[in-house]
Nanobody, 116 residues
Framework: QVQLVESGGGLVQAGGSLRLSCTASGIRFSGFTMRWFRQPPGEQRNEFVASITGDGATTYSNSAKGRFTISRDHAKNTMWLQMNDLKPEDTAVYYC?????????WGQGTQVTVSS
């Protein structure tokens, strides 16, 4: 059974930092590209934040570039999103996603709230 479990969300003031974690089980972690998405309050869409391939290649959205850092550790089956200089517009439920050519798995989400 595949599970992706996010943690690390919370309430932080603007300018602060949070580190989100996503721990996977039931998959061959190194074979999946890992991504963070977020869903702002009141919106239906999931917004891409960052991705990291099994080889460690990273991609960021324009809003995340320069402030967020995505990383992963295959030995721990875990991915992280270090978020610095947080802004109120970063408030959202953050979801991790594991995908390869055949499968796409989602976590349950973790709430990040940034107060001004």
């Amino acid at each position: 059974q595949v599970q992706l479990v996010e943690s690390g969300g919370g309430l932080v003031q603007a300018g602060g930092s949070l580190r989100l974690s996503c721990t996977a089980s039931g998959i061959r972690f190194s074979g999946f590209t890992m991504r963070w998405f977020r869903q702002p309050p009141g919106e239906q869409r999931n917004e891409f934040v960052a991705s990291i391939t099994g080889d460690g290649a990273t991609t960021y959205s324009n809003s995340a570039k320069g402030r967020f850092t995505i990383s992963r550790d295959h030995a721990k089956n875990t991915m992280w999103l270090q978020m610095n200089d947080l802004k109120p517009e970063d408030t959202a439920v953050y979801y991790c996603n594991a995908a390869n050519t055949s499968y796409s798995h989602w976590g349950q989400g973790t709430q990040v709230t940034v107060s001004s």
